[in-house]
């Protein structure tokens, strides 16, 4: 008996460890082109193909400057075949570029050099060599007001303190520290523009020095009754704690053949390379190709880095001069499904006079397709982007009425009588109980908390382990689609009921809504309702502002270069969001930056800066007490929550037990 119960105990210890293993973590995909032929030889050609940052959203890319610096070629290697690419045939490269500061207004603040490297923006922390890199914490030219004794929050442990103010309002004694820990001080003079600029420079970076790392301009200093302010305008800030030397034997991935040229980076494979079909192979540091599931004779592919990490991205289209048009394969944004090949918008600019489209000459057009279900022994349903989201039209040849898509998916979860699988936006269903045989269970749909439909499931008969949730009134459609799923397999045991679930999707018809010819969409506000398509225009002219972010409609935008009047450099984007993006919690009340801070004389409101990339913020913590959809991988049961508490607990008696009996 004591032998039974120790092994009892580890096992529910072991059981309560895993179960609360499993989480949930959202992520952006921001890709670049496809590309679409029988096989490599014939996308390659004799040319080869080459991707740069004004077709790939995820390099680095300043528009003002018009500067990119990374590329990715597939070269015509004698080893490409079929889903091949032989060795050397996939490069990547790198150089070194100047780029203006973001903040522009005293001496010394012209350009600085940049380099990305698998989509992430570095510094080298020599101008002109390659080889040794830190990552660009912050370039901004927000405004800033701090009070003696307070800290600027830089990110990544960096931050900067007004320790005082001299009694005469002409200086500020400021302190730059890394982890708490005091890196440098200065006393700064508003006086002379020229000595209001401070910059830290630090020895011993990967053994080069005099390596500047940080850069703060002061643009006023004001000592009150009461407080004592230092103004800032003008912050750079480079990872130089985390900063690293390129070897030439160093491997990136696949890529594995360095190649040091001064201001350059040259990377290959040398071995070949597979696009497996179905599948994402990494190519090196988080950048990835992602295959279609195509026959043999087809081979179609895009390039994409995945964002994982809490904040707010910018996925923009390719880089346009004149009139252009966007789809799918050309602007990230866009749904676009590999599988199937289906593209649905587009977004086209035409008759450009300088830079005002006139009217009727930005036009969006998007129109319903068929794609896949995830779990595909459902066979195909409609689809519709609108302003790059995805939707599902409530009648299947009828755009005017539409749904947003929540979830398509094939993965496996498995549920116990009395809990909640929560699918989203509210919906949420429930296993209320497994039949005494094991052959059927009793599921119930909500939204809200609040009793939709529920269904006798049986696994028996051929087909009928799904169940399809039709409901009337939505948006005036009867028989609507809402929800569908399909139990796998039913288990009434000793101690559990379980009902296995694969294969589910559910549309928001709580938020459903009806497009009318007369509905105005930002700039776009000439609806026309064709069938299965819209084509929404500007009745009105559209001005493309140069050094802005113009709204086209529904939170997509096009974004204008700083250029002269003889010029016009633009793109469209949507801003994803990764985590629900919680404001953090200040100590002391500290500003950060991020923070809106109010500059005593303009109250400005400043806001995080845009290439601050490593500011991030907490993400969405699950709900306790409901498994949620995504939280565990394929072929593994989904973790009970709530019930690691419970096993922790009956381990706990079992403890008790065991002593008592023991002693």
């Known amino acids: ?275 497996t079909r179905d599948s994402e192979e990494e190519i090196a540091e988080g950048m990835f190709f992602k295959i279609a599931d195509t026959p043999t004779n087809v081979l179609r592919f895009y390039v994409m880095k995945e964002l994982t990490d809490p904040g707010t991205y910018e996925v923009r289209g390719q880089v346009a001069t004149g009139d252009f048009t966007w789809d799918a394969t050309n602007f990230a944004g866009f749904f676009y499904d590999i599988n199937d090949d289906v593209t649905t918008e587009t977004l086209s600019v035409s008759g450009l006079e300088g830079n005002v489209i006139p009217e009727g000459g930005l036009v969006y057009n998007t129109t319903i397709q068929n794609v896949d279900f995830e779990y595909d022994e459902w066979g195909q349903y409609p689809v519709i982007g609108f302003f790059a989201e995805k939707y599902i039209p409530l009648k299947a040849n009828s755009a005017d009425k539409l749904a947003k898509l929540i979830l398509d998916s094939d993965d496996r979860y498995t549920v116990r009588t009395g809990e909640t699988l929560d699918l989203g936006e509210g919906y949420a269903l429930e296993a209320k109980q497994v039949d005494v045989e094991g052959e059927k269970v009793w599921l119930e749909f909500t939204k809200d908390g609040e009793f939709v439909d529920d269904e006798i499931i049986s696994v028996v008969g051929t087909g009928a382990n799904t169940w399809e949730v039709e409901l009337d009134d939505i948006e005036d459609e009867d028989d609507v689609v809402v929800f569908r799923v399909h139990v796998n397999q039913v288990f009434q045991g000793a101690v559990d009921s379980i009902a296995q679930i694969e294969g589910l999707w559910l549309i928001d018809y709580a938020n459903a809504m009806t497009i009318e010819s007369d509905d105005e969409f930002g700039e776009l506000n000439d609806v026309s309702i064709q069938g299965d398509s819209l084509v929404i225009r500007n009745d009105d002219s559209f001005t493309l502002t140069r050094d802005s972010e113009e709204e086209i409609a529904e939170g997509m935008f096009f974004k204008i270069a700083d250029t002269p009047s003889n010029e016009l450099r633009y793109y469209p984007f949507v801003e994803r969001t990764v985590g629900e993006g919680e404001e953090p919690d200040l100590e002391d009340d500290e500003p950060t930056v991020g923070e809106n801070v109010t500059a005593p004389e303009d109250d400005e409101n400043v806001t995080a800066p845009e290439d601050d990339e490593n500011v991030t913020e907490p993400g969405e913590t699950p709900a306790e007490e409901e498994p949620t959809v995504g939280e565990t991988p394929e072929e593994e049961p989904a973790d009970t929550p709530g019930f690691g508490v419970v096993l922790g607990l009956v381990g706990l008696l079992a403890v008790v037990y065991l002593v008592r009996r023991n002693n």
């Open 1 to 275: 008996m004591k032998r039974f119960a120790a092994v009892t105990l580890a096992t529910l210890m072991l059981l309560t460890v895993f179960a609360s293993a499993a989480s949930a973590q959202d992520a952006v995909e921001i890709r670049g082109p496809v590309f679409n032929g029988s096989n490599i030889q014939e996308i390659v050609g004799t040319d080869g193909i080459t991707i740069d940052a004004t077709q790939f959203a995820a390099f680095f890319y300043d528009i003002n400057d018009n500067v990119t610096t990374e590329t990715l070629s597939i070269r015509n290697v004698p080893g490409n075949n079929g889903n091949v690419i032989g060795e050397g045939g996939l490069v990547y490269e790198t150089q070194i570029q100047q780029v203006e500061y973001e903040f522009t207004g005293a001496a010394g603040w012209d350009n600085y050099s940049v380099i990305g490297f698998f989509a992430e923006k570095y510094i080298p922390l020599k101008p002109n060599s390659a080889d040794k890199l830190a990552k660009l914490v912050l370039d901004s030219d927000d405004r800033y007001t701090i009070r003696t004794g307070e800290t600027l929050d830089l990110g990544e442990g960096y931050a900067l303190e007004a320790k005082q103010v001299d009694v005469e309002g002409e200086k500020v004694w400021l302190e730059f520290t890394k982890d708490g820990e005091f890196v440098d001080d200065e006393i700064i003079s508003v006086v002379n523009e020229n000595m209001s600029t401070w910059e830290v420079e630090l020895d011993d970076i990967q053994d080069e020095d005099d390596v500047v790392v940080f850069r703060v301009h002061i643009n006023q200093v004001f000592q009150g009754a009461v407080d004592s302010i230092a103004q800032i305008e003008g912050l750079w800030l480079i990872d130089y704690a985390n900063a690293m030397t390129i070897e030439s034997d160093d491997e990136f991935g696949e890529l594995n053949d360095v190649s040091i040229q001064g201001d350059s980076l040259v990377i290959r494979n040398d071995d070949s390379f597979t696009l």
